[in-house]
T-cell receptor
Framework: GAGVSQSPRYKVAKRGQDVALRCDPISGHVSLFWYQQALGQGPEFLTYFQNEAQLDKSGLPSDRFFAERPEGSVSTLKIQRTQQEDSAVYLC?????????????FGPGTRLTVL | AQSVTQLDSQVPVFEEAPVELRCNYSSSVSVYLFWYVQYPNQGLQLLLKYLSGSTLVESINGFEAEFNKSQTSFHLRKPSVHISDTAEYFCAVRTNSGGSNYKLTFGKGTLLTVNP
């Protein structure tokens, strides 16, 4: 596709439910990132994949958060037993190369609301 | 670790007026600097970036930013804004060396509202 796509765009979950957020990166992009953007804040780094390998998950806020990219393309961010503090916009980004000066291209985000 | 401070959370201006969105950063190592723009219901789009060379960088739609190392600033400017520039603007940094140089650190954003 032309850009990074994410689905669903909006998700409402009851507290305690599990959710799965999908990211389709730009075709051929090696690197994939997840960021969390709370209301009124800038995006904060969650995790980074190089192809199918998760090289950095230091930003995941708890063990309820899990991300995967099994075939090195589509990625899923899963949140188990959602809590109200998980309400945020979850952004996915991809870049062509591994690091350095390569530009990260962002998707439109998934807005998660936990009631 | 790095941090980014955007001094103004909201900046209202009239159409055709000049604007400056301020950004200061803190880092113990050299960084790359970025401005991203987020239009309503859209993802972040890269507006411009400073990697090396000339400290003044420009975007295709008339914005410019100047890297000032001594003041650790990367302020965004436009001499004459349009209604269509209404958006949220995020300043971000990334280190240019080390093991985590893929990780962007963002400021909290500045909402630019251009009024007729």
């Amino acid at each position: 596709g032309a850009g990074v796509s994410q689905s669903p765009r909006y998700k409402v979950a009851k507290r305690g439910q599990d959710v799965a957020l999908r990211c389709d990166p730009i075709s051929g992009h090696v690197s994939l990132f997840w960021y969390q953007q709370a209301l009124g804040q800038g995006p904060e780094f969650l995790t980074y994949f190089q192809n199918e390998a998760q090289l950095d998950k230091s930003g995941l806020p708890s063990d309820r958060f899990f991300a995967e990219r099994p075939e090195g393309s589509v990625s899923t961010l899963k949140i188990q037993r959602t809590q109200q503090e998980d309400s945020a916009v979850y952004l996915c980004a991809s870049s062509r190369l591994v690091a350095g000066t390569d530009t990260q291209y962002f998707g439109p985000g998934t807005r998660l609301t936990v009631l | 670790a790095q941090s980014v401070t955007q001094l103004d959370s909201q900046v209202p201006v009239f159409e055709e007026a000049p604007v400056e969105l301020r950004c200061n950063y803190s880092s113990s190592v050299s960084v790359y600097l970025f401005w991203y723009v987020q239009y309503p219901n859209q993802g972040l789009q890269l507006l411009l970036k400073y990697l090396s060379g000339s400290t003044l960088v420009e975007s295709i739609n008339g914005f410019e930013a100047e890297f000032n190392k001594s003041q650790t600033s990367f302020h965004l400017r436009k001499p004459s804004v349009h209604i269509s520039d209404t958006a949220e603007y995020f300043c971000a940094v990334r280190t240019n060396s080390g093991g985590s140089n893929y990780k962007l650190t963002f400021g909290k954003g500045t909402l630019l509202t251009v009024n007729p």
